[in-house]
């Protein structure tokens, strides 16, 4: 396994982590067993980082994750939970970054991940409908009490991690960034307010930050496991992306080809390339790649015995131009 070191984080962070998303269910279908498995396996082949949610899955990705790291696994991983989702009973979500849900969230989670403290404690998305300074305060809160190491923001503005940093230490950063979607403007329809080339990796260089990039096989077009014409089942979430539709899809497919066109000349699988273009820029800490099977995780961390060559970095480059804004 190789590991990253960013300033802000004293522990050396694998460049490769577990994107616990499917452990919940979301994504077609999982078994908590299988789940456990895949995070064993992590941790034997030197995997120390796992990033999950409470929405993941409605609570159950956190309880998986809580339940596998029993008997002494927790102390050698670094986990990053999140909140600021909340959710109906149809599962309808909405943003909520007050200072009573925060205080609820932390407990909750540590709860269902069977631990006293979460290394890493992000804000899922912004709210603008509460003052920055009462969320912030909320997070100086919970780190003062031990409940959390470290604060993170996931999809915020530059601006906003600026107001947030002048209150209390953003140590980390996460945003949607693959070869595909650089600076892409949206993620599920969601309006993005961030360029994540252009503006966050600029951010995390500067401020010595950690950087976690997620989807990055585009939820699974990167990896060969699509086709042209695209179909999941009836319970699949990616059928809530509208990039997965239509012409828009076409294009993106398109790209999928010629990149893999170029991992058929130089004999590697794409997934591999794919965690390799992000893993050699320098600006990347864990990339948050998710497994269904053992045979993924391990695939994905074959990634980790060789590199790009600068040719090959400037073919992919020549490629993926078109979809710098895209």
């Known amino acids: 396994m190789i590991y990253k070191k960013v300033k802000r984080i ?29 995070i064993h396996a992590a941790v034997d082949l030197g995997i120390n980082f796992f990033d999950v949610a409470p929405v993941y899955g409605w609570y159950h990705s956190e309880e998986v994750l809580g339940k596998s790291l029993q008997g002494g696994l927790r102390q050698k991983v670094i986990i990053a939970s999140k909140c600021g989702l909340l959710w109906d009973e149809n599962h309808k979500t909405r943003n909520c970054l007050t200072r009573k849900s925060i205080l609820e969230e932390i407990d909750g989670s540590l709860r269902r991940l069977r631990t006293d403290y979460i290394d890493i404690y992000q804000l899922h998305w912004p709210d603008h ?26 999809n915020f503005s530059q601006a906003d991690v600026a107001a947030f940093e002048a209150i209390v230490p953003v140590d980390c950063q996460q945003g949607l960034y693959n070869m595909l979607e650089r600076n892409t403007s949206s993620y599920h329809g969601i309006p993005l307010e961030y360029k994540t080339e252009d503006e966050m990796l600029v951010t995390v260089r500067r401020m010595g930050q950690a950087f976690l990039p997620y989807s990055p096989y585009m939820q699974g077009l990167l990896t060969g496991r699509f086709t042209k014409d695209r179909k999941f089942s009836s319970t699949d979430i990616r059928n809530e992306n509208p990039k997965f539709f239509g012409e828009t899809y076409q294009k993106y497919y398109a790209g999928y080809e010629r990149l893999q066109a170029f991992a058929d000349r130089i004999e590697r699988p794409m997934n591999e390339i794919c965690v390799n273009w992000l893993r050699q820029n320098d600006a990347v800490t864990a990339i948050i790649g998710g497994a269904s099977s053992l045979k993924q995780l391990e695939a994905n961390v074959r990634a980790m015995n060789w590199d790009l060559t600068g040719e090959q970095l400037a073919e992919i480059s020549e490629i993926i131009e078109p979809f710098r804004y895209m």
């Open 129 to 154: 409908n509460t003052p920055i300074e009462e969320t912030a305060g909320a997070l100086q809160e919970i780190k003062a009490a031990g409940k959390i190491r470290h604060v993170g923001l996931s």
């Open 10 to 38: 004293d522990e050396q962070i694998s460049a490769l982590g577990v994107g616990c998303w499917n452990f919940g269910g979301d994504w077609d279908s999982s078994e908590d067993s299988n789940s456990d498995r895949i």
